[in-house]
């Protein structure tokens, strides 16, 4: 099993900054990503940043600029500090990894998810 942690979130005004971060741990030896996802209300939940096992990352085009991903030594927790938020990127934010798996294919992984609000 995979277990993820996350810390941070919270109400921020528009321009403002947070840090949100998420610990994996279990059996993460595999684990191919690590990173955040959102999910706004109607909306489809959607990619925000991730960074790979080999340290490449991702981010979406909406947040390129504001956001930046980061992890620690051990690869097991990233931070992902927000920066110029705006009243758009009001929404739960999930941390995900996925894991291969032995006999192929990956497995998805999802925290519980930490509101963001951003509103004056």
């Known amino acids: 099993q995979v277990q993820l942690a996350e810390s941070g979130g919270g109400l921020v005004q528009p321009g403002g900054s947070l840090t949100l971060s998420c610990t994996a741990s279990g059996n993460i030896e595999n684990m191919v990503a690590l990173g955040w996802f959102r999910q706004a209300p109607g909306k489809q939940r959607e990619l925000v940043a991730q960074?790979?096992?080999?340290?490449?990352?991702n981010y979406a085009d909406s947040v390129k600029g504001r956001f930046t991903i980061s992890r620690d030594i051990a690869g097991n927790t990233v931070y992902l500090q927000m920066n110029g938020l705006k009243p758009d990127d009001t929404a739960v934010y999930y941390c995900n990894t996925y894991i291969a798996l032995q006999l192929g294919g990956a497995q998805d992984y999802w925290g519980k998810g930490t509101l963001v609000t951003v509103s004056s």
């Open positions: 960074v790979t096992r080999g340290g490449s990352t």
